[in-house]
Structures are given as structure tokens and as C-alpha cells.
């Protein structure tokens, strides 16, 4: 069976254990809390070197790591997952954007905000952060505000990719009121499924 080490508020985890979700995959989940330090302990590093969450293992004992790679590998051959060609390339697009352009800000602020309680110490940080997350839902909207999905295939990893931590962007301070074709999207995505809403900061 396969085994997914991750943090159940984690965005970047829960985009993991959606895609086995939504393609029957059965799967073992392994709780590590980032924050208290459980990607650093030698058992762990002797898994992922780079200390990571999510970490997944396969049954035959292969260690996969990178969140949206390891969404590619269990999306392959489904509707999730387009076969090799432009269409594949427009969510790959959309892959390399969430991890460059919106994560490092928008899932950022929210771990500053909610779980560290630290937003004072990291104004100048969630400055940064407010900047660079509202750029990327700008550049979602443009996409949003016509169409349901990210890509013309319909919804694939790239809208799974995207949700997980635009689902709990308030809690990093964004009010998606302000780009109503997200806000739209977001609904969409979550009622599709298999998808389980992302757990809340208590």
C-alpha cells in the first residue's frame, strides 16, 4: 500500500491524499508535524534528505518527494493528468506557477499568521507576502473570470494544485471577495469528488 508522510493542514499534503482520493487509490497517512520539527529527525532525513513534507512510499519501498510530482505519478493515465502534449504542457504551466508564484506567498503568510502566530515579528515578510499573493490570484482571476477551470481539459492536478492553500488564503490575510472568479472556482474544485475541504487553523 502506498504511504503518504504529511501534516493534515498542509496544503501542499493535502493536494497529495486528494489526487489518491479522487482516483481510488488506497493509501496509509503518516502524520508529521513540520512546525514541532518532525522532518528533521534522522529516521526522516534517512527518507528525504531535503526534510520535506509530503513524502510518499510505495509499496515496493520507493520514495517519492515534491508535492506536485508526486500528484503527477498518481494522477498518471487518469482524467487528472493529460497524456504528453500541449495540453499536459498548459498544466505543467499551472504546476511550476503554484510553486514559484503563489505558494511562497499565499501558503507563507498563512503559516506566519495562523499556526506561528508570529505576524508582528513578520511584517516585513507578510508585506512581501500580501504583494506577491495578490499578484497570483491576479493572474488566476484572468484565467478564472471566464473559464471553470485552469486548463481547457477540464479539472486536472493543476486546479487541485492551486486550491489547496487558495481554499484557506484568509488565513494568511487575502480576502478572495476580491477576485470573485477564484472564489467561484475555489466552490467548484472542492464540490468535485473525492475532495475533502483542507483542515483549518484551529
Known amino acids: 500500500m502506498i504511504t503518504v508522510h504529511g501534516y493534515t493542514p498542509s496544503g501542499n499534503c493535502w493536494k497529495v491524499a486528494q489526487v489518491l482520493r479522487m482516483t481510488g487509490q488506497a493509501f496509509r497517512w503518516v502524520e508529521v508535524d513540520s512546525n514541532a520539527g518532525g522532518t528533521r529527525t534522522p529516521e526522516f532525513l534517512a527518507m528525504n534528505p531535503n526534510g520535506k513534507i509530503p513524502t510518499a512510499v510505495l509499496a515496493d519501498g520507493t520514495v517519492l518527494v515534491e508535492s506536485n510530482a508526486i500528484m503527477c505519478h498518481f494522477a498518471e493515465g487518469t482524467a487528472l ?25 499565499i501558503a507563507v503568510a498563512r503559516n ?28 488566476m482571476e484572468r484565467r478564472l473570470g471566464g473559464h471553470d477551470w485552469l486548463t481547457d481539459h477540464g479539472p486536472t492536478v493543476a ?44
Open 81 to 105: 493528468m493529460p497524456p504528453p502534449g500541449l495540453a499536459r504542457t498548459r498544466v505543467l504551466e499551472w504546476l511550476f506557477f503554484e510553486q514559484y508564484s503563489h505558494e511562497p506567498y
Open 159 to 202: 486546479d487541485i494544485a492551486l486550491v489547496a492553500y487558495t481554499q484557506a488564503a484568509d488565513e494568511g490575510g487575502f480576502d478572495l471577495a476580491r477576485w470573485p472568479g477564484v472564489r467561484a472556482w475555489v466552490a467548484r474544485v472542492l464540490a468535485l469528488p473525492g475532495v475533502e475541504g483542507l483542515q483549518r487553523a484551529a
Open 112 to 139: 506566519i499568521v495562523s499556526f506561528l502566530r508570529a505576524a508582528e515579528a513578520n511584517a516585513a515578510r507578510l508585506e512581501q507576502c500580501r504583494i506577491g499573493g495578490e499578484k497570483a490570484l491576479g493572474v
